[in-house]
């Protein structure tokens, strides 16, 4: 199974403002997208990175995780979810998550405007599991592969960005990852945070997963194969060794998938390809947004051996 990995697409589209939609938190947003995001981050990038996953790359799936919106604008929203519907069979391919932007504001998150616009991405394969909230959800693609969605975002104080995972999200993420339909998969967790301090972050107080440390030991001793997030906009793969036996945890960020200009190629446009077999990762292809000439070209590939 190839699986690709795209994130913080940042789809902005701004219809009918009304000034009260930014007498809060979006001021801060707004501001940020008058100075520099919105010549960065582009639609039109993101069309052609899925263009390329389906008819270059040829995945089976498609994982996005978070950060589909900029304000949390009900405009925003619907402009991602019809770029994600133009993939043939979407509801079965795709699997989505929400970053801090799609829950910028308390009422985003109270009136869950994530889950209704991107519904159909966020069923399960496991509805014992669903409670209240639409996470953590399973999708088992293939014969040994479960993709599990949580969610990290939370409302925050202007010039915050952290995360946090419930407990009672941790607590049905590890009774999943033990369901016998689960166990024996070749496990994928998607999660918008990064788990681990970003090295380049110089507010990294101020962007954190909050209970990062319980959750990467929920990954690690219930014997999670591949971590993938979001939210730093920058390539990183880490390996971490499961609590129990011999196997690895990898934890991978391609970057922010809709940058079109950028400086530094590891915070440049990009995203992940996964090759899984036979219970295992055998490879990540990574694809760099190059030029609107050249488009998204690969940019390196990691081969992983056998263990035997």
Not at 17 to 39: A, Q
Request: net charge neutral.
């Amino acid at each position: 199974m190839k699986l690709g990995h795209l994130s913080d697409l940042h789809v902005l589209k701004i219809e009918h403002p009304r000034p009260w939609h930014y007498l809060n938190k979006r001021i801060v947003g707004g501001t940020n997208l008058l100075l520099k995001r919105s010549k960065s981050h582009s639609s039109s990038v993101v069309v052609r990175a899925l263009d390329r996953l389906q008819n270059h790359c040829n995945v089976d799936h498609i994982a996005i995780t978070g950060d589909l919106s900029n304000l949390a604008l009900d405009s925003e929203f619907y402009e991602s979810a019809r770029i994600l519907s133009s993939i043939p069979d979407a509801a079965q391919r795709v699997s989505v998550i929400p970053g801090n932007h799609d829950y910028y504001t308390h009422a985003a998150a109270r009136e869950q405007r994530f889950e209704h616009y991107f519904a159909p991405y966020i069923q399960t394969d496991l509805p014992g599991y669903r409670n209240d909230s639409a996470y953590p959800y399973c999708h088992l693609r293939g014969d040994d592969v479960a993709i599990i969605g949580m969610n990290s975002a939370i409302p925050t104080p202007w010039f915050f960005a952290t995360g946090r995972v419930e407990e009672e999200q941790l607590k049905t993420l590890a009774a999943m990852l033990d369901d016998p339909k689960v166990r024996d998969r070749f496990k994928v967790v998607m999660i918008h945070h990064h788990l681990l301090p970003f090295e380049h972050s110089k507010v990294e107080f101020t962007r954190r997963l909050i209970n990062a440390s319980e959750v990467l030991e929920t990954l690690r001793r219930h014997d999670v194969d591949l971590a993938i997030h979001g939210h730093n906009h920058h390539f990183s793969t880490i390996e971490i060794p499961h609590l129990r036996g011999s196997g690895t945890l990898r934890i991978c960020e391609a970057g922010s998938t809709s940058v079109g200009s950028y400086s530094n190629p590891y915070f440049g446009g990009k995203f992940n390809v996964y090759d899984i077999e036979d219970g295992r990762l055998k490879s990540i292809e990574t694809h760099l947004f190059e030029s609107n000439d050249a488009g998204f070209t690969k940019w390196r590939e990691r081969v992983f051996e056998e263990k035997i």
